[in-house]
C-alpha cells in the first residue's frame, strides 16, 4: 500500500493569514504517461463527511473559492489557503488513487490563532 | 440532485458480522456508470477506504480488509451493501458510503458521500 504521511497533525493560523499543509506519499503517485497526479484533498468539518477541494494534486473542484490550491507532484504535496477565513476551520486529508488500493493521510486539524 | 444514504443497525456485537446499506436517490446505479465505494472513520481518527463496486457487480477491496469484506450492489433497488464478518471493537467507526468521482475508474477521489451512520461493537 501507498502511505500517506501529512504535516503537521495540527496547525494555528491567524485569520487572513496563509496556511500550509504537506502531504507525502510513500511512492510517486506521478502517471508519467499522462502527467498526472493521482492525489486529492478532502475538507471535513465536524459532524459532516469529507468533501472534495482538489483532484490531480492542483485541480480546483467547482465551487471551491480561489483560496484554496494544490500544488507538487511525485511525492510530495501541499494545500494552502492563502488568506485564512473563520470557515476554513476543518481536517484536510489527502488521498492518493494512483493503485486501486486508495489510501488516505492520517488529516490535519486546522485552527484559528 | 445525487444523494446517498446508509442505514443499518447501530450496533453490533463482537465477532457477528455489521451490515449496512446505501441508498442511491437522483441517479441510477446501474445507468451511471460509476464505481461506488464505503469508507470508515473511527471516532477521532481518520478515514480508511473498506472498498467499491460497479452496477456489474465487479468489486475492489482495501487489502487489509480484504478477508472479512463482501460489497454487492443491488441496481433493481438502487442500492449497494457492506458486509463486514468477525467485527472487533477496532471496526466501530463512522461508515460513510460515497459515489467514486469518474465514470467506470475506481482509481479517483470521492464525491458525493452520504452524511455518515454511527456503528458501534459492544456486547
Known amino acids: 500500500d501507498i502511505v500517506m504521511t501529512q504535516s503537521p497533525d495540527s496547525l494555528a493560523v491567524s485569520l487572513g493569514e496563509r496556511a500550509t499543509i504537506n502531504c507525502k506519499s510513500s511512492?510517486?503517485?506521478?502517471?508519467?504517461?499522462?502527467?498526472?497526479?493521482?492525489l486529492a484533498w478532502y475538507q471535513q468539518k465536524p459532524g459532516q463527511p469529507p468533501k472534495v477541494l482538489i483532484y490531480w494534486a492542483s485541480t480546483r473542484e467547482s465551487g471551491v473559492p480561489d483560496r484554496f490550491s494544490g500544488s507538487g507532484s511525485g511525492t510530495d504535496f501541499a494545500l494552502t489557503i492563502s488568506s485564512l477565513q473563520a470557515e476554513d476551520v476543518a481536517v484536510y486529508y489527502c488521498?492518493?488513487?494512483?493503485?486501486?488500493?486508495?489510501?488516505f493521510g492520517q488529516g490535519t486539524r486546522l485552527e484559528i490563532k | 440532485q445525487l444523494q446517498l444514504q446508509e442505514s443499518g443497525p447501530g450496533l453490533v456485537k463482537p465477532s457477528e458480522t455489521l451490515s449496512l446499506t446505501c441508498t442511491v436517490s437522483?441517479?441510477?446505479?446501474?445507468?451511471?456508470?460509476?464505481?461506488w465505494g464505503w469508507i470508515r472513520q473511527p471516532p477521532g481518527k481518520g478515514l480508511e477506504w473498506i472498498g467499491s463496486v460497479y452496477y456489474s457487480g465487479s468489486t475492489y477491496y482495501n487489502p487489509s480488509l480484504k478477508s472479512r469484506v463482501t460489497i454487492s450492489v443491488d441496481t433493481s433497488k438502487n442500492q449497494f451493501s457492506l458486509k463486514l464478518s468477525s467485527v472487533t471493537a477496532a471496526d466501530t467507526a463512522v461508515y460513510y458510503c460515497a459515489r467514486h468521482a469518474e465514470i467506470a475508474v475506481v482509481a479517483c477521489w470521492f464525491g458525493p458521500w452520504g452524511q455518515g451512520t454511527l456503528v458501534t461493537v459492544s456486547s
Open positions: 488521498q492518493q488513487y494512483y493503485t486501486t488500493a486508495i489510501t
Open positions: 437522483g441517479a441510477s446505479i446501474s445507468s451511471s456508470g460509476y464505481y
Open positions: 511512492q510517486s503517485v506521478l502517471y508519467n504517461s499522462n502527467n498526472k497526479n493521482y
